[in-house]
């Protein structure tokens, strides 16, 4: 039986953004702060603490995730992804983020990695997802600046994006 | 906020947890999906000293009939169970009602038995268990025993459950054929219900549960009558369940919505 003390560190792997993370927390160190203040990877937002605004959600295992409410030893032996994962090494925004940027879905920007988040699982789940589906995956977040709307613009355009439907090269060939 | 500090054992075995839980009932929590219980945490409405994570346990993670019942484990997330091939047909209920659960974002951790054991009076999958006459499967170093939905809350966040036990299983009564409806009223989809409703039919006419009012779901009986018995036996399941006025919305709107809303759905089931 593994029985992890209360007030010491103990061993947790795992891969982040397709890297393997191998390091040491106290049970109740929380998902949010581990990759905030012991990594040090903060695009994965923190609002409410209690499952309520979607601003921390990341994708475990290819599923959205709140890491608010995921305790980081819970997450050993999985694969984790954060917002960090959706611009290439050289910075250049993904193609959701593209959309984002196009149509202004973001204004301060405190709601958008977890929004991404949760589009970028649906997306890789449901090439097809129609409006009803990103909204319905929506009702999982607040965002207190934009009123949704753009949002839901640019999750179209990017949805559309994917299945190549809007893909210059596409279009041109 | 931030939780306080407890020891956590992740388990190997079924037993393994089970001995926690002998030895150190009252201070140990299940841990599952966590997401009735982190929030708990994070906000220190509960500070156990140990938390024992079942989800590795394999025999916990399956959705299998058993005499006429879909068992689902202890380990099975929301997002799996509404991902099983035979729900439409098996559990239409759940099919109905799962999607009202939360989040999406929440259902891809959350398990149904963890929903059940937190026991929040607005919740769907306790509404659901009630609705169909489930029966949740306890399992302690001792002994397994099983209890039906309706012995088994018994008010807000409590149920029959002793220190000792962990929800094993959650038996639903397979769908047979029976209509079913579900419907739901909150501020915003996936939020707690101001009222949930569900509605299946029975050989003689309707059992109603309802969710969200009383300080745990309630199911009643209905047979089928001329519209304006219906009216007068829906009035009165309306007043009893006591209905209180709380920030989301007054008694007087919730006794409305249970009128209404059982009346759609009892025409649902029974065209
Ligand atoms: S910070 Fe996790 S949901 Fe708000
Ligand atoms: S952009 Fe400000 S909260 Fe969404």
Known sequence: MTRMAAEQRHRIRFTLNGEAVDRACEPRMLLTDFLRHEIGATGTHVGCEH???????????????????????????????????????????????????????????FCTPGILMS??????????????????????????????????????????????????????? | MKPAAFDYVRAESLDEALDVLRNEGGDARIIA????????????????????????????RRVEPRQGNIAVGAAVRQAELLEWPALDRDLTLLSLALPWTGHAQ??????????????????????????????????????????????????VMATDRNDDEMIEAVEFPATNGRRCAFREVARRHGDFAIVACAAVATERGVRLAVGGVADMPVAREFDILPASALDGALNAFAWDLDARDDFHATARYRRDLVRMIGHELIAEVTR
């Open chain 2, 106 to 155: 929440t259902r891809s951790r959350g398990t149904v038995c963890g929903s059940i054991a937190h026991a929040d009076p607005s919740a769907e999958m306790p509404l659901a268990l009630v609705a169909l006459g489930g029966e949740v499967v306890l399992r302690s170093a001792r002994k397994r025993r099983r209890v039906a939905a309706h012995d088994f809350f018994l008010g």
């Open chain 1, 51 to 109: 499952g309520v605004c979607g601003a921390c959600t990341v994708n475990v295992d290819g599923r959205p995730a709140r890491a608010c409410l995921t305790l980081t030893l819970q997450v050993e032996g999985s694969e984790v992804r954060t917002v960090e994962s959706l611009a290439d090494r050289q910075g250049r925004l993904g193609l959701l983020q593209s959309a984002f940027r196009r149509h202004h879905a973001l204004q301060c920007g």
């Open chain 1, 119 to 173: 589009l970028d699982a649906l997306f890789a789940r449901r090439a097809n997802a129609d409006e009803a589906e990103i909204r319905d995956v929506l009702t999982g977040h607040l965002c207190r600046c934009t009123g949704y709307a753009p949002i839901v613009r640019a999750a179209l355009e990017a949805a559309a994006e994917l299945r190549g439907e809007t893909n210059r090269e596409a279009v041109d060939a």
């Open chain 2, 33 to 60: 999906g966590g997401q009735s219980l982190m929030p708990m945490l994070n906000m220190r409405l509960a500070r156990p000293r140990i938390l024992v994570d079942i989800m590795r346990l394999a025999e916990l």
